[in-house]
């Protein structure tokens, strides 16, 4: 998920008890849950975003040393305060939630963190909420601002002030979020069901995949994999939503060929398929020769999304590799 989320969410979980660890607990709990995307900084490239976005810093070995780092910062900055100083633990397990919460966030959304590399690329992605979700935003938001407004609300009318306003306000927060997640969690497994149990232009699916709208939590965008297509379509799971199959984007998977065979030997390809979840490949006729372009359907075919790499790979009459590259789709 985007930083702000990540931001918010370490300042609730400070506020919601562990500010009273240390007085360096919320600075602690922001940065440790801001770190893990510095591996961005190694992803300016197609290639290197393939390898490095969402592993370097997000598996449990990279996230485990980006918690070591923030505490060791902090602990010699911290450890000569007044009142006793800060404790090396102490620092470590404000760290360790804070890098914790970033990579449950990500893990809940549709490019999660590959949490074993560099021992599998698999990443860990539930597809419940998009990149940036609203109403977690809000949420958040609600529960760190409005107890503060109804505080200088409470004393200018003269009221007392209540000390447990801003860490209830916090607790409220989380839980909407936890309850919100698991919400989610239910509509893209009801999504999912609906898009294997029909047909699409008479061929059965086999595999179904959802994916979350930022604007809604009721409309969801499908991918359904038959035997020779992949299939784009709505999903609308709100009151009055009409789910017809007959209304998917139809992308017809290529035929076998020796020329389609001989650019999945390529290293671009065998790059870009180990991190792909949904490839779907094309193939046209050059004068002299093949291209071969390959798409991720996790992302929208007309997605410019900065996660959404497309591999190329040209080919010329004897089936021999000219060109091959990984592209920003951003760049077309």
């Known amino acids: 998920m985007e930083p702000i989320t990540h931001a918010l969410t370490s300042l609730a979980l400070s506020r ?29 490239k197609p290639r290197a975003s393939l390898l490095w976005s969402g592993a370097l810093t997000h598996s449990l070995v990279g996230a485990s040393a980006v918690a070591l780092v923030v505490a060791l910062v902090f602990w010699r900055f911290g450890r000569k305060q007044a009142g006793g100083g800060l404790g090396f633990r102490t620092a470590l397990g404000l760290a360790a939630i804070g890098v914790a919460a970033h990579l449950l966030l990500d893990c809940f959304g549709v490019f ?30 609600a529960g760190l601002l409005l107890p503060a407004l109804f505080g200088l609300i409470g004393e200018e009318i003269g009221e007392r002030k209540k000390s447990q306003g801003p860490r209830r306000g916090a607790l ?10 698991g919400g989610r969690g239910i509509l893209h497994q009801r999504a999912v069901a609906l898009l294997l149990s029909r047909d699409y232009h008479g061929a059965p699916p086999f595999a179904a995949a959802a994916f979350p709208s930022a604007a809604s939590p009721l409309a969801w965008r499908g991918v359904v994999v ?7 379509i709505e999903v609308p799971l709100g009151p009055g939503g009409y789910f017809d199959p007959d209304r998917s984007v139809t992308r017809f998977k290529p035929e076998p060929s020796a020329a389609l065979d001989a650019a999945q030997q390529s290293e671009t390809v065998r790059t870009f398929l180990r991190y792909a979840q949904l490839p779907l490949a ?8 093949y291209r071969v372009e390959l798409r991720d359907l996790r992302w ?3 997605s410019r999304s900065r996660f959404n790499v497309i591999a190329v790979i040209e080919l010329d009459g004897n089936l021999r590799v000219t060109r ?5 789709a951003s760049n077309d």
């Open 16 to 44: 919601a008890g562990l500010n009273r660890t240390t007085r360096l607990a919320t600075p602690i709990l922001v940065v440790a849950g801001l770190a893990p995307d510095l591996d961005i900084l190694f992803s300016v």
């Open 112 to 141: 999660g963190p590959r949490l074993f590399w560099p021992f599998s690329p698999r990443a860990f992605a539930a597809c419940f909420v998009d990149w940036i979700d609203p109403w977690i935003l809000l949420f958040l938001l």
């Open 172 to 181: 409220v927060a989380l839980v909407l979020v936890a309850f919100f997640l």
């Open 226 to 232: 038959t035997p020779n297509t992949l299939d784009e």
């Open 282 to 289: 094309s193939l046209d006729r050059l004068e002299g020769g």
């Open 300 to 302: 929208p075919f007309a």
């Open 324 to 328: 091959q590259e990984l592209r920003f």
